[in-house]
């Protein structure tokens, strides 16, 4: 993952890659049982598929898309214990 070391990084590098990552991820996902009564059990096949395309995690997926909107426009500042962040 990237970003800063010790902390993890859920986002796609661009907010288009990661709104498409999580648009097949739950299009698949989605897919898997409104197709089940038509295919069957096979029909399931596509959930993993879209767990893979959301790094398996949906949740992930959503701290991911948080960040990835606010990438570059907030920074965190910490000075004597105390933590604040600021608009870029």
Do not use: E, N, Y
Not at 29 to 45: C, E, K, R, S, Y
Not at 58 to 76: E, F, H, N, T, V
Request: with cysteine; glycine share 14%; net charge positive.
């Amino acid at each position: 993952m990237r970003g800063r070391p010790g902390r993890p990084d859920f986002a796609a590098p661009t907010l288009t890659r990661h709104l498409l990552r999580g648009g097949l991820g739950f299009g698949a996902i989605a897919a898997a049982f409104a197709l089940l009564p038509l295919v069957g059990p096979a029909a399931l096949l596509l959930a993993p598929l879209g767990l893979v395309a959301l790094r398996g995690c949906p949740m992930c997926w959503a701290i991911g898309l948080a960040q990835a909107l606010s990438r570059g426009k907030l920074q965190r500042q910490c000075r004597d214990g105390q933590c604040t962040l600021t608009r870029v």
